[in-house]
């Protein structure tokens, strides 16, 4: 089993996750008074979260390689170009909306039901990997890196005598 760091929205993190633990942070997700997301965090930094509320959520994933990464975001096939909204965050960090209205702007064939974001996140708990039952579309470029992570600024090498040394 993959030993995933589990957080939950204004709780605190779980480190080695079990199944249960993880179920129960779904199950809370749905609550009208409960968090609006929760992130599952692998060792490598690769992670699958789900946000939103009153039905309406967004499933992402993203896979860590080194230096960069790739982010997917879960839905149905569909050429449609309509935006939607979900809604997250219980009290919003910059106090611009009421609480749990956030705006998340996506495509309206991403906004998913709980029993996907129940579906998905488990398997991912399960496997560590992506559910193949949905749509993942490569979101990476809404994720620009910062000027302080979107290069290798500089190389330096050992000094000979420390490699000598080993």
Same mark, same amino acid.
């Given at each position: 089993?993959?030993?995933?760091?589990?957080?939950?929205?204004n709780l605190p993190c779980v480190c080695r996750a079990t199944t249960a633990d993880i179920e129960r942070a779904i199950e809370s997700l749905r609550s009208p008074t409960g968090p609006t997301y929760i992130n599952l965090t692998g060792p490598d930094g690769s992670y699958a979260q789900a946000g939103g509320t009153n039905g309406r959520y967004v499933i992402e994933s993203r896979d860590v390689y080194g230096e960069g990464f790739l982010h997917w975001r879960a839905g149905v096939p569909s050429d449609s170009q309509e935006k939607t909204s979900v809604?997250?965050?219980?009290?919003?960090? =910059?106090?611009?909306?009421?609480?749990?209205? #956030?705006?998340? &702007?996506? +495509?309206?064939?991403?906004?998913l039901g709980w029993e996907n974001v129940k579906e998905a996140l488990l398997h991912y708990?399960?496997?560590?990997?992506?559910?193949?039952?949905?749509?993942? =579309?490569?979101?990476?470029?809404?994720?620009? #890196?910062?000027? &302080?992570? +979107?290069?290798?600024?500089?190389?330096?090498?050992?000094s000979r005598q420390a490699t000598d040394a080993r």
């Amino acid at each position: 089993m993959i030993h995933f760091t589990l957080s939950v929205e204004n709780l605190p993190c779980v480190c080695r996750a079990t199944t249960a633990d993880i179920e129960r942070a779904i199950e809370s997700l749905r609550s009208p008074t409960g968090p609006t997301y929760i992130n599952l965090t692998g060792p490598d930094g690769s992670y699958a979260q789900a946000g939103g509320t009153n039905g309406r959520y967004v499933i992402e994933s993203r896979d860590v390689y080194g230096e960069g990464f790739l982010h997917w975001r879960a839905g149905v096939p569909s050429d449609s170009q309509e935006k939607t909204s979900v809604y997250f965050y219980a009290k919003c960090s =910059r106090g611009l909306h009421r609480p749990r209205s #956030c705006p998340y &702007k996506i +495509d309206a064939a991403d906004v998913l039901g709980w029993e996907n974001v129940k579906e998905a996140l488990l398997h991912y708990a399960a496997t560590g990997e992506r559910h193949r039952g949905y749509s993942w =579309r490569d979101v990476s470029s809404e994720y620009p #890196c910062t000027a &302080k992570h +979107d290069s290798i600024k500089e190389f330096v090498p050992a000094s000979r005598q420390a490699t000598d040394a080993r």
